[in-house]
């Protein structure tokens, strides 16, 4: 499908960190990427990958299935090759969905390009969705009055209790839970590991790799209600 023949564009941003402080691999939440693509271009949106450095976008390998569908394959093959943000053409993305994986906590807080799109974004009232550890795009940005993105909005992610679960507490550089409410956000929950996303404006938020597939889906509703 061309661009021309889409209804829009959708850009899909990944991390580009595959490995933690202490060795160990890390990266994307291969869920996280392969549902809102395919449910993106099943839709029919032109669907744009991006990373903060561009090439292969690493696959958490705790995320990789012992037999992938063929969904899960052709994601895998796209995230051979992102483009870079500082690359992007200046296309006018009609919406930006921010997957999450434990990678995003080492990258997307310190990511200038990172930090304009989420700042865009919020100042133009556009649709942009995070989902899981995605959020984290959201701990560098500011509004145009020096005030964190953050702040006052309704939001879900990754939470304390989860990352305990997953005993990655003490490998993250911040808990994003804890984060996100000291810059003011009014965040919420449900139990560990069940979907759930938050719909604040035009903002998406979902809490863990479960909720991919509702917050995709929201995602598109804002679309088709602007």
């Keep these: 499908m061309s661009i021309l023949e889409s209804l829009g564009i959708i850009l899909l941003i990944v991390t580009s960190h ?8 890390t990266g994307l939440w291969l869920e996280e990427f392969a549902v809102p693509y395919e449910i993106f271009t099943e839709a029919g949106y032109e669907v744009v ?8 976008g690493p696959v958490d390998p705790r995320s990789l299935p012992e037999k992938p569908t063929e969904a899960e394959e052709k994601a895998i093959e796209l995230l051979q090759n992102t483009i870079a943000l500082a690359d992007l053409s200046k296309e006018d993305y009609d919406a930006v969905f921010f997957a999450g994986g434990h990678g995003t906590m080492f990258d997307f807080p310190n990511d ?16 942009i969705a995070f989902v899981c550890h995605g959020p984290a795009a959201l701990v ?16 879900t992610g990754f939470t304390n209790s989860e990352e305990d679960a ?6 993250m550089p911040f808990l994003l839970e804890t984060e996100l409410k000291k810059q003011g956000a009014m965040f919420t929950s449900v139990a560990n590991f069940q979907p759930f996303i938050v719909v604040d404006e035009n903002v998406v938020t979902g809490q863990n790799p479960p909720s991919s597939k509702p917050a995709a889906e929201a995602l598109l509703k804002l679309l088709e209600e602007k």
């Design 140 to 155: 560098g940005a500011i509004t145009e009055a020096g005030e964190p993105v953050a702040k006052g909005r309704k939001l």
């Design 166 to 171: 997953v005993n990655l507490t003490d490998q």
């Design 49 to 56: 990958i991006a990373s903060p450095k561009g090439g292969v």
């Design 112 to 127: 200038e390009n990172v930090q304009k799109i989420v700042s865009a974004f919020f100042k133009d009232n556009k649709p």
């Design 18 to 25: 595959g490995e933690m402080d202490n060795g160990k691999p």
